[in-house]
């Protein structure tokens, strides 16, 4: 059965947290709000958690997963960053947007689009998340809690744990959770495209 941990909106328990990242250090998979829904997350080491997270979906394996970065520079770890992308990344992190960039050689090929080789990254604007990434120390592999069949992401703590009790190790419960998916921006192109519109604006330096 998961654990259910209520954990402060603004000022996150450490204890709480602790026990989190202790999940997910042992292969874990968790539910934690972030700023555009909750997400099913996981830590990047585990191959069999990323199985569990696809299987909740029901997606199969070219569905990609987001990592969830702590700041730009753990963004320019993963990914390859030029000047101009590091400008816009600077620009419109942390926020709701997941942007498609060049893996770099830290990120597992399983992970990269097959063909691409780019990588969703994102530095959510949630303390909570943040605060789970920073005791982390690294990246966490995630996907939008939206299960097969429902048109619209999951938003509320307590009705995922009663959805999924037996299917996740925690459900991270906050007061600011927002609904809807990140605004996907492709940045491998020039100029960047919109490849899906989401709770984040347009941003008005790329109109």
């Avoid at 000022?11 to 539910?31: H, K, Y």
């Avoid at 990323?50 to 969830?68: A, C, E, K, M, Y």
């Avoid at 691409?116 to 995630?142: C, D, F, K, M």
């Avoid at 744990?161 to 190790?169: F, V, Y």
Wanted: glycine share 4%.
């Amino acid at each position: 059965m998961a654990q259910y941990f209520s954990i402060h909106a603004e000022n996150p328990q450490t204890r709480l947290i602790q026990q989190a990242v202790q999940l997910l250090q042992q292969g874990g998979v968790i539910a934690c709000p972030t700023d555009s829904s909750y997400a099913l997350v996981c830590s990047m080491a585990f191959k069999d958690a990323q199985t569990r997270i696809r299987r909740l979906r029901g997606v199969d394996d070219n569905h990609p997963f987001t990592l969830l970065c702590r700041d730009l520079a753990e963004i320019s770890t993963y990914a390859k960053v030029n000047n101009s992308q590091f400008r816009l990344l600077k620009a419109m992190t942390p926020g709701a947007y997941t942007f498609l960039l060049e893996a770099s050689r830290e990120v597992p090929r399983r992970l990269q689009h097959p063909k691409r080789s780019t990588i969703g990254l994102r530095v959510p604007r949630h303390i909570v998340t943040q605060t789970l990434l920073e005791a982390l120390n690294t990246p966490l592999l995630s996907m939008t809690l939206q299960l097969p069949g429902q048109e619209v992401p999951m938003s509320i703590g307590w009705e995922i744990r009663e959805t999924l009790e037996h299917q996740l190790d925690a459900v991270i419960d906050s007061d600011i959770v927002h609904v809807g998916a990140t605004t996907v921006l492709d940045l491998t192109q020039d100029p960047p495209e919109l490849v899906r519109a989401g709770v984040a604006p347009w941003p008005l330096l790329l109109a």
